[in-house]
Structure formats: structure tokens, C-alpha cells
């Protein structure tokens, strides 16, 4: 499976749109992109995933390049409880669909 | 509806002593199942994945072992438990590809 880079951390006023991106420049044609999120002590929860189109759905959108080397997961209008570990994914849909977890993107949305 | 569940909750174990903890899935049938630790501070490390009944992929070597005895039960064991065996483990399920994964509440293990 293709490798992602996140940035470590980002903050976020409340209201705002969090903009966070992904680098997955070794993506394979037949690999999606998937997002995740961890709030603390909890199990991952699915926002999003895509191919080489953008999606949009009622918690996000993710924006693929064209050459679908990154990507861009936006939080229309970040909440509180918008803060959490965020995790971009690439992955093949065989090998019975496992995900390889990187360490992830901690956004901290601020009043 | 779907629902997975995970027991216990929280457990404390001493070193040498042997672990069981149980996943199973509700409301499906033929689920893709998998097992994730995550240590204190790190990102989820996959450990095994199931694509049917005794049926087990191991992604790390390791002081555990994954059983899949019905279909929809999926059971993380160690004979001798590590201290480096602390952390939180979660079993999480998909229905098929490329459909995502759903995750447990997940069960805090720690090794004294």
C-alpha cells in the first residue's frame, strides 16, 4: 500500500474551514483514498473516501489532484468536537480491505 | 442495523498471565474482521485480518494469535502476556470492499 505524509498537527478557529492535506505521491491507479478520524479513546471513525473524483458528503469533502498525488480533506465549518487525530489512507480494495494507519494529523479546533 | 461489540471494556493483567478478548459483529453476515492495537501516544498498528471462518492473516510477529471460530466472532489471545502488549486494542468489520471499516468501542489493556 502506498505511503501518505500528513502534517503533524494543524489548528482551526471554531467556524472556520479546516483544510487538511495529504501526500500519497506513490498511489497506485487502483487505490482509494480513505479518511479517518480518532477522537480520544474511541475507535476511528469513517469520513470519507474517493478514487480520483471529489465527494462530498453530509461531514466533509475531499479534494484528489488530478494526478491524485495529494489530496484535501475539508471540514466545512469546524466545531469543537471536530478535534481529533485525523488519518489519510490509501488503499488497495483486496488484500480483505485492511488500512495502514500513519500517525495521523491532530487538529485542535479553538474557540 | 449493524452493531460490533467488544469485552471488556478496560482489563488489567500481570505479565506471564494469558489474555482473551472477543469481538463479534451483529446484524451481517460474512464480514471482513480485523484486530488493531494502539499503543500509548501512536497511530493504530493492524494485527490480524479475517476473510471467513479460520481464516487469519497476521500482518506483525508477534506475542498473539487471532482466532476466527464462527462467522461473525473474532478472538485476540496470548498465552503469556508482555508488557509491551499494553495498549488499546480495537477489532473493527466491513461488509465487503470498498466499503469502509467500522470499529468497536475498543478495550484498554494494560500489563503490569
Known amino acids: 500500500d502506498a505511503k501518505t505524509t500528513q502534517p503533524p498537527s494543524m489548528d482551526c478557529a471554531e467556524g472556520r474551514a479546516a483544510n487538511l492535506p495529504c501526500n500519497h505521491s506513490?498511489?497506485?491507479?487502483?487505490?482509494?483514498v480513505y479518511w479517518y478520524r480518532q477522537i480520544h479513546s474511541q475507535g476511528p471513525q469513517y469520513i470519507i473516501h474517493?478514487?480520483?473524483n471529489n465527494e462530498t458528503n453530509e461531514m466533509a469533502s475531499l479534494i484528489i489532484t488530478e494526478d491524485r498525488k495529494s489530496s484535501t480533506l475539508i471540514l466545512p465549518h469546524a466545531t469543537l468536537r471536530d478535534t481529533a487525530v485525523y488519518y489519510c489512507?490509501?488503499?488497495?480494495?483486496?488484500?480483505?480491505?485492511?488500512?495502514?494507519f500513519g500517525q495521523g494529523t491532530e487538529l485542535s479546533v479553538k474557540p | 442495523s449493524q452493531t460490533i461489540h467488544q469485552w471488556p471494556a478496560t482489563l488489567v493483567q500481570p505479565v506471564g498471565s494469558p489474555l482473551s478478548l472477543e469481538c463479534t459483529v451483529e446484524?451481517?453476515?460474512?464480514?471482513?474482521l480485523y484486530w488493531y492495537r494502539q499503543a500509548a501516544g501512536r497511530g493504530l498498528q493492524l494485527l490480524f485480518y479475517?476473510?471467513?471462518?479460520?481464516?487469519i492473516s497476521s500482518e506483525v510477529p508477534q506475542n498473539l494469535s487471532a482466532s476466527r471460530p464462527q462467522d461473525r466472532q473474532f478472538i485476540l489471545s496470548s498465552k503469556k502476556l508482555l508488557l509491551s502488549d499494553s495498549g488499546f486494542y480495537l477489532c473493527?468489520?466491513?461488509?465487503?470492499?470498498?466499503?469502509?471499516?467500522?470499529f468497536g468501542p475498543g478495550t484498554r489493556l494494560t500489563v503490569l
Open positions: 473493527a468489520w466491513n461488509p465487503g470492499l470498498p466499503s469502509e471499516q467500522f
Open positions: 506513490t498511489i497506485s491507479g487502483n487505490e482509494y
Open positions: 474517493g478514487l480520483k
Open positions: 489512507i490509501v488503499r488497495v480494495n483486496n488484500q480483505g480491505g485492511k488500512l495502514i
Open positions: 446484524g451481517t453476515s460474512n464480514p471482513n
Open positions: 479475517s476473510v471467513g471462518i479460520g481464516q
